[in-house]
């Protein structure tokens, strides 16, 4: 085919003919004009009507199969190669479904009916993964060490709590000791003190 000539090709030497819309217009009410005229005189037969009737039935019936065919062409031109063959769908869409009204009920009743204890354990308590597990694991493990250590029961608590007494005991072996360092000074004060008077009573 040739490129640049569109869909119809126009062989040298034809030209198409189109009829007129106006010309038809006024056949088709000549036609109706000389029907009524022949039927106010009585002239047309029964026959010519049933022609008439099968002539306007034929037009119809060519009207639509020009119809059908037209688009069927404009369904065979958008479907072109392997897309008429595929059925492009969109697996997103949810096609909602008329239900009776005997299948909601029982689905009513199935969801607010009390469920079996061993599925409501199943669902209250989902399957969790290795890691998961060991995670909750580990913290169990840490507060219950936490308490144990508050107690006073770990060995790390009671030589945190060694550690403790030692600390106090040397804190309080420290205190004496201040204190008794402060008594000894007192008394080297008030000897010294006793001595400067005697000396100062014995002078004249």
């Not at 958008?78 to 479904?97: D, T, Y």
């Not at 995670?135 to 006073?152: D, M, S, V």
């Amino acid at each position: 085919m040739p490129k640049g000539r569109g869909k119809f090709i126009n062989h040298k030497g034809k030209h198409r003919s189109f009829t007129n819309p106006d010309e038809l217009e006024e056949q088709r009410k000549r036609e109706e004009k000389e029907r009524q005229w022949r039927a106010e005189r009585g002239e047309v037969s029964s026959s010519e009507e049933e022609d008439e009737d099968e002539k306007k039935e034929k037009g119809s019936d060519e009207s639509s199969s020009e119809e059908e065919t037209s688009s069927e062409e404009e369904e065979e031109g958008k479907a072109k190669g392997v897309e008429g063959l595929i059925q492009v769908e969109n697996p997103n869409r949810v096609q909602q479904k008329a239900k009776k009204l005997s299948t909601l009920n029982t689905e009513l009743a199935a969801a607010t009916a009390p469920t079996a204890p061993s599925s409501s354990s199943s669902s209250s308590k989902p399957e969790l993964s290795r890691r998961e597990r060991e995670e909750l694991e580990k913290q169990r493990a840490a507060a219950n060490y936490q308490r144990l250590h508050a107690k006073g029961k770990t060995e790390e608590a009671r030589a945190d709590l060694a550690r403790l007494a030692i600390i106090k005991a040397q804190r309080e072996e420290a205190a004496k000791k201040r204190a008794d360092d402060a008594k000894m000074k007192e008394v080297e004060k008030q000897k010294k003190s006793q001595q400067t008077q005697k000396a100062l009573g014995k002078k004249p």
